[in-house]
């Protein structure tokens, strides 16, 4: 990702960029196979990091942490469960610093 964003800032059209970000809600070992048929996914590091306690939350919220350290400033959340969208969220945005960040 960072070297995507320095290249757009460097080199590309002057465009807002829009990035995504996944909600994995465990590191199941067949359902990170599964979603590799359509997205990258970093299954070794989402083990780790709930077998050490992370919460769905918490990965969520640390990656855009990153996002908006490497400059990006309007993200999307996506594969929230359904029945609580809303409060799961709240939940993630309530680990995102956002003073002067433009990020909520």
């Known amino acids: 990702m960072e070297r995507f964003v320095r ?3 460097q080199n590309g059209p002057d465009l807002p960029g829009l990035f995504g970000v996944f909600y994995y809600r465990s590191a199941n070992p067949r359902t990170l196979r599964a979603l590799e048929d359509f ?5 070794a590091g989402l083990s780790r990091d709930f077998a050490s306690g ?14 908006h350290e490497l400059g990006v400033r ?12 809303g ?8 680990l995102v610093p956002c003073s002067g960040s433009g990020v909520r």
């Open 39 to 43: 997205i990258p996914v970093p299954a």
């Open 7 to 9: 290249e757009m800032e």
């Open 54 to 67: 992370t919460t769905p939350a918490e990965e969520c919220a640390r990656t855009i942490r990153m996002l």
């Open 74 to 85: 309007h993200v999307y959340v996506s594969n929230l469960p359904p029945a609580r969208a």
């Open 87 to 94: 409060s799961t969220l709240s939940a993630v945005m309530d």
